[in-house]
């Protein structure tokens, strides 16, 4: 910090410096030129008009109503459009460097970003890319930390700038995450990290930004317990999915099929899909037992409610395919099987768009 402080104070000094020492020189430059001029034709005979002639020279406007004529004023001359060319080739390659310095700064990252209730991805692959194609298809916003710069085109490439904000940094440096406004966002993802390193940055990163949800991929089955401890909210072991799904191709062919559909990337409306929506206060279906939801939800929309959610200062228990008299509430979460053609109508039937609101 000193030696930042240190720094900062001579680079000061240093524009004192030049800046006095200019104003020194150009007024000396004036005065010498009434000087030459006093004897001789020109009209630059006083400190007005020798400082209108410096000033339209160093412009370059040049409007020629006033000139040196003797030999002196004409060497001064010459010296100072030199110096003039040379000062806005000086100032017109710092502007030009600062707006370039600007654009890289942007494209960076460094500048931060306005999003909230986002979602923060940590690291980049080919995973990551399937989860932001997910996410921009809902018109969500994310936002992307890369510790490799040739990511950044590739990224902005292929995702619309509005919904996606990449910053390059290094994915240890968990305090300068703040420029993706992680302490405002709802989810946190961890992709092309190993579970050690995943492990070390949510133990980090809770510390600093606990309140987003972290949700996180891991290939040990061994260390969920320890994640669980971490803190981490959601947790997949791809290990595990992978030997279920293979088991169930062996066993029950169909029900894997449709497990995958339920779950697959693809967004073609002739496919199912598992949605959730928040129960608002003015909807039909609050206050009213899940019997009468599933029966009313089944018939208007052909959709089969098969879960609620309901959340308690940031607990979550999930009652699947609860009692017909359980009660659904304001701020309880309906988890349904729905075609992917009855979206559009679930979304303004609910009130909102679908997925957790934090």
């Known amino acids: ?191 092309a990290l190993t579970d050690t390193e995943k492990l070390i940055s949510v133990v980090n990163l809770k510390v600093l930004y606990p309140q987003p949800r972290y949700v996180l991929t891991i290939i040990d089955q061994s260390l969920v317990e320890i994640f669980v401890n971490a803190g981490v909210d959601n947790l997949i072991c791809t290990n595990s999915i992978s030997s279920h799904l293979t088991a169930s191709y062996i066993f029950e062919p169909a029900v894997a099929s449709y497990s995958i559909e339920l779950l697959g990337t693809q967004h073609n409306v002739e496919t199912s899909d598992i949605e959730q929506f928040i129960i608002k206060p003015n909807n039909i279906l609050c206050n009213k037992k899940y019997g009468f939801a599933f029966d009313y939800i089944k018939k208007e929309f052909n959709t089969v409610l098969i879960g609620i959610e309901k959340r308690n200062e940031g607990n979550s228990k999930i009652y699947q395919l609860p009692d017909d008299n359980i009660l659904l509430e304001e701020s309880d979460y309906v988890i349904l099987i729905t075609k992917r053609t009855q979206k559009a109508q679930l979304e303004k039937f609910f009130g909102v768009h679908e997925g957790f609101i934090r």
Not at 146 to 159: L, V
Request: proline letters at 3%; aromatic letters at 14%; a neutral charge.
């Open 1 to 191: 910090m000193q030696l930042l402080t240190s720094w900062i104070s001579k680079q000061k000094l240093k524009i004192l410096v030049w800046t006095v020492g200019s104003i020194i020189v150009f007024h000396g430059y004036i005065y010498l030129m009434i000087i030459f001029e006093e004897a001789s034709p020109s009209m630059i005979k006083s400190y007005p008009d020798a400082l209108w002639y410096a000033l339209v020279t160093v412009t370059t406007v040049g409007y020629g109503d006033m000139y040196p004529h003797s030999a002196g004023g004409r060497i001064l001359a010459v010296v100072l459009l030199f110096c003039s060319v040379g000062l806005i080739g000086y100032f017109v390659g710092k502007f030009t460097n600062f707006i370039l310095t600007q654009k890289e700064e942007k494209k960076m990252g460094n500048f931060g970003t306005d999003f909230k209730h986002h979602i923060v991805v940590i690291g980049w692959d080919e995973n990551t890319k399937q989860i932001v194609k997910n996410v921009v298809n809902e018109n969500r916003n994310i936002a992307i930390i890369t510790p490799d710069k040739n990511h950044i085109d590739e990224i902005y490439q292929e995702f619309p700038s509005k919904n996606v904000f990449v910053l390059f940094s290094s994915l240890s440096n968990y305090s300068y995450f703040s420029k993706a406004n992680i302490a405002d966002a709802s989810v946190v993802v961890m992709s």
